[in-house]
């Protein structure tokens, strides 16, 4: 798990560390800064994997973008002009400085300076004269060491981070997913292939037979999920057909006219699936990241879905770390700030424009107005809003 995190001269984000918990939720005001802090963490992914180029960014979920875009630029504020990533937990530290020249941008961003360490120990480093600097080396001397040597499990970690954005049209199988990564997809384009692996978990294991029931009663109007590749009557012949159908029942309905497709069910049911799939399937990342994870959501359900979220990663032992962003008040009732391992970041720019991350703490002042999160966010008193 990553314990720090550390941003410079990256966007809209001139100097930044944010102390991560294993469930990690940021709000703020639109334009704030928090999409930022998820690419920020997907550059640096990149270059623990050996490379900084548009392709391996993508992979990752990082809009792709002109180096310009990229370098932190403030009016009469001057800046070094690498971008520098650090990540560190109890046992190892990774950290880089990375280029991309503006006035002659290249395929791929170069090193500039780079270290991998295990605790004291030095593992991997570069200085600003080592030959190759579009490579990595941390990623180089990773193969020649043991998977279990901690500055290598580092590595492992930060190379499997993505960014998951759910996309209706991919979740419904009508559109492609820009990354068919597993376990779902980046937009959702793995959806029905997600919800058959996680059936099948729910066979094998009382644990995961429990998480599939809590699933299924947060979409109260399903009574059975299934997976078809032959279902073409339920499917106009003028709508793109995936390979897999995700085909809902609805209790409701009369069983002779109640099935229906991820085409024709709610938005609501599949953002659920997609979110469930991410914190519950094994092949999902050690450290992944959602953005918006609450659009099309009612706010009870947000909520629920936001509690089950942080249950389900726990109940699992799956040790899987997880940031995302909200913007649904309802979402952060969801969130247990009691238990040190959830963690809530108010994220704002200052009157310079500087990206800034506090994070929420339950002191007892807030504490005496007695109300749940979502009001107080609404209310300004634990900022995140803005100033309109």
């Known amino acids: 798990m990553i314990n720090s995190f550390t941003v410079k001269a990256f966007k809209s984000i001139p100097d930044l560390t944010v102390e ?5 939720a940021f709000i703020g005001a639109n334009g704030s800064g928090k999409s930022n802090i998820l690419e920020a963490m997907g550059i640096l992914s990149a270059a623990a994997s050996g490379v900084v180029d548009d392709e391996s960014l993508m992979r990752r979920g990082v809009r792709p973008g002109v180096p310009a875009l990229y370098k932190t630029s403030f009016i009469k504020q001057r800046f070094a002009p690498h971008i520098f990533l650090e990540a560190r937990n109890y046992e190892a530290e990774y950290s880089v400085s990375l280029n991309n ?7 791929s961003w170069l090193y500039k300076t780079e270290l991998l360490k295990k605790g004291d120990e030095t593992v991997a480093s570069r200085g600003t004269r080592t030959m190759n600097k579009e490579r990595g080396v941390a990623a180089l001397k990773a193969v020649e060491l043991k998977q279990t040597d901690p500055a290598v499990s580092l590595l492992s970690l930060l190379s499997g981070y993505a960014i998951y954005s759910p996309s209706t049209n991919a979740l419904r199988g009508i559109q492609p997913d820009s990354q068919t990564r597993s376990p779902v997809g980046l937009n959702g384009g793995r959806l029905a292939e997600a919800v058959r692996d996680i059936q099948q978990l729910s066979k094998k294991s009382e644990d995961y037979g429990d998480v599939y029931g809590e699933v299924i009663e947060l979409i109260d109007w399903v009574s059975r999920i299934s997976i078809s590749d032959e279902d073409k009557q339920l499917l106009s012949p003028s709508i793109s057909r995936p390979r897999n159908l995700l085909r809902f029942e609805d209790r409701f309905m009369n069983k002779s006219r109640n099935k229906l497709t991820a085409f024709d069910a709610s938005e609501g049911a599949l953002y ?3 979110m469930a799939a991410l914190s519950i399937l094994p092949d999902a990342p050690g450290l992944l990241a959602i953005d918006n994870l609450d659009q099309t959501m009612n706010p009870r359900l947000a909520r629920n879905l936001v509690s089950k979220l942080c249950k389900w990663t726990f109940d699992l032992n799956t040790n899987r770390q997880i940031l995302f962003t909200v913007h649904n008040p309802s979402a952060l009732d969801g969130l247990d700030l009691n238990d040190d391992r ?3 970041f108010s994220v704002n720019r200052n009157n310079r424009g500087f990206t800034t991350v506090t994070r929420v703490i339950l002191t007892e002042e807030i504490l005496e107005e007695n109300w749940p999160l979502s009001r107080l966010w609404v209310n300004g008193f634990i900022q995140g809003v803005p100033s309109i």
Do not use: A, S, T
């Open 272 to 274: 659920v699936l997609y």
């Open 20 to 24: 991560l918990g294993q469930i990690n």
């Open 101 to 107: 020249i503006i006035e002659k941008p290249q395929p």
């Open 342 to 344: 959830i963690r809530l």
